[in-house]
T-cell receptor
Framework: DQQVKQNSPSLSVQEGRISILNCDYT??????FLWYKKYPAEGPTFLIS?????DKNEDGRFTVFLNKSAKHLSLHIVPSQPGDSAVYFC????????????FGQGTTLQVKP | GAGVSQSPSNKVTEKGKDVELRCDPI?????LYWYRQSLGQGLEFLIY????????KSGLPSDRFSAERTGGSVSTLTIQRTQQEDSAVYLC?????????????FGPGTRLTVL
């Protein structure tokens, strides 16, 4: 049972345009969400997070939006750059005591020059 | 070192053999996690250590999987009698503050292939 889902395996955008990566979750008890970026042969690196008390968090070119009623979050990258090409994972924190995370399947973003 | 390191980077083994995967967390990090990523899947939680104890082992898929951590530092994930479905990238992460997911630092992973 996939509690965190990223339904788009891949996304291709032109440099300078907006990239929108989507993530859905099933458990309404989840209250903290994170996005990680992963390059080939490297471990995931933390990108941005959002608490359920907010509906938006922004960090430079990256903005995460949370829609609790729809159990949906999205990551916006604007403007997209070729260096943003990577696999992006959405994750939900299951336990604040342990930091345990449940990850989505990932979306491969390709930003074309 | 500056980051989380894992060894070996690649491991090819025959079905039925035992393997050991090693994780060196960032110095001083008390929390340590093991995940695995099978082909086309997301990261799957395996086990969480706080210091040398493992309060959450709920993700270990079978009793062929075990892990230990010594000295509050290095951790070893052992898979006994490997099966082809164990083929995956095994990732280790460490964290300086218990419970804060956004500061989990990941190693590069060990790619395990079971023939």
């Amino acid at each position: 049972d996939q509690q965190v889902k990223q339904n788009s395996p891949s996304l291709s955008v032109q440099e300078g345009r907006i990239s929108i990566l989507n993530c859905d979750y099933t458990n309404s008890m989840f209250d903290y969400f994170l996005w990680y970026k992963k390059y080939p042969a490297e471990g995931p690196t933390f990108l941005i997070s959002i608490s359920s008390i907010k509906d938006k968090n922004e960090d430079g070119r990256f903005t995460v939006f949370l829609n609790k009623s729809a159990k949906h979050l999205s990551l916006h990258i604007v403007p997209s750059q070729p260096g943003d090409s990577a696999v992006y994972f959405c994750a939900a924190m299951v336990s604040s005591n342990t930091g345990k995370l449940i990850f989505g399947q990932g979306t491969t973003l390709q930003v074309k020059p | 070192g500056a980051g989380v390191s894992q060894s070996p980077s690649n491991k090819v083994t025959e079905k039925g053999k035992d393997v050991e995967l090693r994780c060196d967390p960032i110095s001083g990090h008390t929390a340590l996690y093991w995940y695995r990523q099978s082909l086309g899947q997301g990261l799957e939680f395996l086990i969480y250590f706080q210091g040398n104890s493992a309060p959450d082992k709920s993700g270990l898929p079978s009793d062929r999987f075990s892990a230990e951590r010594t000295g509050g530092s290095v951790s070893t994930l052992t898979i006994q009698r490997t099966q082809q479905e164990d083929s995956a990238v095994y990732l280790c992460a460490s964290n300086s503050v218990r419970g804060l997911g956004d500061t989990q630092y990941f190693g590069p992973g060990t790619r395990l292939t079971v023939l």
